[in-house]
């Protein structure tokens, strides 16, 4: 939401693009280099041309999209590693603007997910679904470029409110992230303090029990701007999907940019954020295995259940901008996360005289990691044509200490919903722990170190060719400290990386690429032997396109994707060990357009066709998260700012809709459409209101489904949050 008397677009004049304005219209393509040669006229009447040679890269000087408004911003680093226009990017790229989180009050990265074309999000308490896609959870979130694991049942999946865009990349990603999921990357780009103040504050009110209060502060610490401080602190409670559904979540961002001299900058970041929830674990079936339809908001837990985690996060970012051109980047990022649950949920299905037995889990979790890169990006001319290199090198490590305890039967017997509600409290770790029944405790660990390089050579002007190679080496350790047993693997692999985009014409670029990526796996086999990593290929084919000076881009891509060596447990009957024979085949389509028709109208809009095969099974539990995974999905989310009479409104909806899916387990749910609606009102140039409508039709749907007795989770009923800021 932008709030300003009139939303319309900024657009950068093409006198901002200085030499580049030339370079762009003279070859007809968009190119994200600006080492390259401009051709400027010096004489009007004989045309004749001067060369020009300008160096650098433009793109890392991209305004935020805070700053460019609307919902299309001009490159993305997902991925890729040095800043490249969309369309020059040979893979499936979504970026979500500011603009568009704000219009469509999203919260927390698995909202957003729910909204994003090509996603897919198995709900939970926000703040602790899974996020999909292409029938894989994204395991891993990355801070500008730096990764740490992001696992939904231990709360890590991000808040939104300290960052400017969301890049989604989906296909793996070897080349820069070469141990992480099939589905791909998220990149969250941080909110950078300002050259001048701005600030605003916020208050937010709901019907499901909602509220927010949000200050956001930043500007120049010195009087020459060379220092320049961030501050952000947002208190929210979500909405509650089912009654006692309490999600109080707390965030506090602190950033300083430091100018060292007019080419180098340091910057720093610190973010926390608090969860403390009344976990909702979903619904069990009725006593026919159907869905409880028009129960929708009962809870069907303990009031007790218990969610609490803290995460903090410390960036420092070394930038260097050479003479040359080149650009030099060091990164690291510091994490701790630190997250303990004990709730308890249904057992089973509901008897005829609506009882049901009763489970219960609890865990401690700590987890440490860290990630460092450094790396190296250079424009270089060749055969009369622009070409980039990047080279670099990156570490990560990831510690995760988990106490876990699991019981079956709470009660002895069956309860009523009331009861449930009512349980006496249970330590569900501390009796596991006393008793040894359904306790585990385990010590994992995985640590790589990596070389990458990256190729971008322009033979003639409208083809870039794309290659790239990883070398990694990786250490995976598992301490399972109940059994006594002790596993670890080191290796080496090599991931490569291949594509190439062929421009048509100035709106439109065929692309193609190769992908690959690998994940080490803590499963071992009957000699006692961790196993082999997973490794996934992508084959990806596709058209981009361009318009409106980038303000509008479209993307329709083919692709499809092998995943082989899964861990599978043999055929043999109480077997210990596992296998590596897991083969899965997934295939599939996706069409989406993002940006603004004119200066008012903005849209993103999408629709995915997702085929997956399981070729050799591991387990039902592993391979039956595909069945889950609608073929069909379509996103469409558009807003209109008014001019004259109406200026100042600006109205917004838009509509999520799936195809059926089921689980593993024979729980089926039918596909659904759910609307929502936004209106705006800016009473001033520092005063406006939202009111955000979901669900406006009261849909009653599922939109995940699981056992017998849980995760099968009912979407929110109609809904409605309103909104007052102000802006400094």
């Known amino acids: 939401m932008l709030f300003t008397p009139s939303r319309f677009r900024y657009r950068a004049p093409l006198a901002r693009l200085g030499s580049l304005a030339p370079l762009a219209l003279g070859l007809g393509l968009t190119v994200p280099w600006t080492a390259a040669q401009a051709q400027q006229s010096v004489d009007a009447d004989d045309a004749t041309l001067e060369t020009i040679t300008v160096t650098g890269n433009r793109l890392y000087e991209m305004l935020p999209s805070e700053a460019t408004e609307g919902y299309s911003v001009d490159a993305a680093t997902v991925g890729t590693k040095t800043p490249a226009a969309l369309r020059d990017i040979p893979q499936s790229i979504s970026v979500v603007t500011r603009d568009a989180i704000e219009d469509q009050n999203l919260l927390t990265l698995d909202e957003l997910g729910r909204r994003t074309p090509g996603m897919r999000v198995l709900s939970n308490d926000n703040g602790r679904s899974s996020i999909y896609a292409r029938g894989y959870e994204y395991d891993e979130a990355n801070i500008d470029g730096l990764p740490a694991p992001m696992t939904s049942i231990n709360g890590s999946v991000p808040s939104l409110v300290a960052f400017d865009r969301v890049e989604v990349m989906r296909g793996p990603s070897g080349l820069f992230n070469s141990t992480s999921e099939m589905g791909g990357i998220v990149n969250l780009v941080r909110k950078r303090p300002t050259y001048d103040f701005q600030g605003h504050t916020q208050a937010s009110v709901g019907t499901r ?22 501050l952000i602190i947002d208190d929210t409670d979500h909405a509650e999907r089912v009654d006692r559904n309490d999600n109080e979540q707390n965030d506090f961002y602190a950033a300083l940019d430091i100018d060292l001299d007019d080419a180098t900058t340091l910057g720093l970041g610190f973010l926390r954020n608090t969860k403390e929830i009344v976990v909702n674990n979903g619904q069990p079936v009725d006593a026919n295995g159907d869905l409880l339809y028009k129960r929708r908001t009962a809870f069907y ?42 709730y308890a949920f249904g057992g089973s299905a509901l008897d005829a005289d609506e009882t049901l037995a009763v489970a219960g889990t609890a865990s401690r979790v700590d987890q440490e990691s860290v990630s460092v890169d450094a790396s190296y990006s250079q424009p270089f001319e060749a055969v009369g044509n622009v070409s980039e290199f990047v080279v670099g090198t990156d570490y990560k490590r ?26 006496a409290y249970v330590d569900i770790l501390d009796s596991a722990r006393t008793t040894g029944r359904g306790y585990t405790a385990t010590d994992t660990r995985l640590e790589e170190t ?163 095969e399981v070729q050799e099974a591991a387990t039902t539990r592993d391979d039956g998260v595909f069945l889950l995974m609608p073929k069909n999905t379509l996103n469409l989310w558009t807003q209109y700012a008014f001019a004259g009479a109406l200026e100042g409104f600006h109205l917004g909806g838009g509509v999520t809709a799936l195809s059926d899916f089921d689980s ?21 140039s520092h005063l406006s209101a939202q009111l955000n409508v979901n669900n406006v039709f009261d849909r009653d749907y599922y939109n995940r489904v699981g056992g017998v007795n849980t995760f099968n989770m009912v979407g929110a009923p109609a809904n409605a949050v309103a909104s007052l800021r102000y802006d400094f």
């Open 209 to 230: 029990g909602q509220h927010r209060v949000l200050t956001d502060l930043s500007g120049p610490i010195d009087s020459r701007g060379r220092v320049r401080g961030r």
């Open 301 to 342: 837990g303990a009031d007790w259940n218990d969610f609490d985690s803290q995460a903090n996060d410390w960036i420092a970012e070394l930038t260097h901008r050479f003479d040359g051109g080149g650009y030099g980047r060091l990164a690291a990022r510091y994490s701790n996360r630190n997250a303990s649950y004990n």
């Open 398 to 423: 990831y510690d995760t200490d988990v106490e876990a305890g699991r019981s079956r039967d709470l009660t002895g017997g069956r309860v009523t919903l009331g009861e449930l509600n009512g349980l």
């Open 450 to 612: 990596g070389l990458y390089s990256k190729l971008t050579f322009r033979p003639i002007a409208p083809l870039a060719l794309i290659a790239g190679g990883r070398f990694s080496h990786f250490d995976v350790g598992l301490e399972d400290s109940v059994a006594g047993d002790h596993q670890s693997r080191s290796d080496d692999e090599f991931t490569p990386y291949a594509g190439l985009v062929l421009d048509l014409d100035t709106y439109h670029s065929l692309y193609a690429s190769y992908s690959q990526v690998f994940k080490p796996q803590t499963s071992y086999d009957e000699n006692g032997d961790l196993l082999e990593p997973r490794e996934g290929d992508q084959y990806e084919v596709g058209v981009k396109g361009s318009y409106f000076g980038g303000d509008l881009n479209a993307r329709l891509s083919g692709f499809r994707l092998y995943d082989e060596n899964r861990a599978a447990t043999p055929d043999d009957t109480g077997a210990s060990y596992q296998v590596a024979v897991g083969k899965m085949r997934i295939q599939g389509v996706e069409l989406e357009v993002t940006g603004s028709l004119t200066d008012q109208w903005d849209v993103i809009a999408g629709y995915t066709y997702l085929d997956t």
């Open 664 to 684: 593993s387990n024979g729980v089926e749910a039918p596909g659904y459409a759910v609307v929502d609606a936004m209106v705006g009102y800016d009473f001033t």
